[in-house]
């Protein structure tokens, strides 16, 4: 399903919460993904990240395809609650159509801090269906605030399981944001039998020096891109339990199709796990 840019660049009255001079990483990561809903300090940033690393925009692509597959996965064990923060700018296969397509009641709500991922996102919802899907606008680095937002909705019951999505948005939270804190926050309030459905970036597989001017095209975007090593990304899973095949490249995560020559590669790592 694709979607026209709502704000042409230079059109007057751009609201001036979308910050269209300072690149942003959800419209970067739309870039990445042939979108249209970037402004040109966006497409900027984003081709000098794919100067110093060419791999970004199939890494993209890979962590899409991990989150259609996780997704349906846990839908597919029953789960028909989630909470997708981080959501990015709609594209095909979001939560809400994938879980929907195997649980046609499941409810979805959505979270995000840019405004054009929620005016976009408001319009995906717009849609009659008998599941239910909302977005609301929150900060990831409040945890507390983030989860009285979605109480508020009434969409999801806390009474039962979960499934919460972080998918490629924890590596935008610096260790002065307590990026572990904020998910044992949002983990403790969910119950038993929720799923974690998580992916994060890491700079295993890249030169330092890749790394370092990828880094610094982050470092002036509106959050940075901090890439993490694979046991750091497993600490991430502290106290649950993963399933099979545990922390992976995304690709490598239960694949539809036997993966490309260097999927174990792949500058993203991918889990799902179960709290007891």
Do not use: C
């Not at 994060?200 to 890249?206: K, L, N, R, S």
């Not at 790394?211 to 991430?236: I, K, M, Q």
């Not at 545990?246 to 239960?254: A, E, F, K, Y």
Request: no cysteine; glycine share 8%; proline share 9%.
């Amino acid at each position: 399903m694709g979607y026209e840019t709502m704000w042409e660049p230079g059109e007057a009255g751009i609201p001036a919460d979308l910050r269209p001079d300072v690149p942003h990483p959800a419209r970067m990561y739309d870039y990445y993904l042939g979108g249209k809903d970037n402004f040109p300090a966006d497409r900027a940033a984003a081709e000098k990240a794919l100067a110093a690393n060419p791999e970004f925009r199939s890494t993209a692509r890979a962590n899409r395809g991990f989150l259609t597959r996780a997704v349906g996965f846990v839908a597919g064990l029953g789960l028909d609650q989630f909470l997708d923060i981080g959501t990015g700018i709609p594209t095909a296969g979001n939560t809400h159509q994938i879980a929907q397509s195997v649980i046609p009641t499941a409810r979805v709500v959505y979270v995000d801090n840019d405004p054009i991922v929620l005016s976009h996102a408001r319009a995906l919802m717009s849609g009659a269906g008998p599941g239910r899907s909302t977005v609301l606008q929150a900060d990831l680095r409040e945890p507390a605030a983030l989860l009285e937002a979605v109480r508020a909705e009434r969409v999801l019951d806390f009474e039962r399981p979960i499934a919460l999505v972080l998918a490629a948005v924890l590596h935008f939270l610096r260790e002065e944001d307590e990026p572990y804190r904020v998910l044992a926050t949002l983990l403790e309030v969910l119950p038993s039998g929720s799923h974690l459905v998580l992916s994060h970036g890491t700079a295993d597989f890249i030169p330092a020096a890749v790394r370092d001017r990828v880094t610094g095209v982050y470092d002036r975007a509106t959050a940075p891109l901090v890439g993490r090593g694979r046991e750091e990304v497993r600490a991430f899973f502290d106290g649950l339990e993963l399933l099979e095949p545990g922390v992976v490249t995304v690709p490598l995560w239960r694949p539809d199709a036997p993966p490309a020559p260097g999927a174990e590669r792949v500058s993203m790592y991918g889990a799902v796990a179960r709290k007891p």
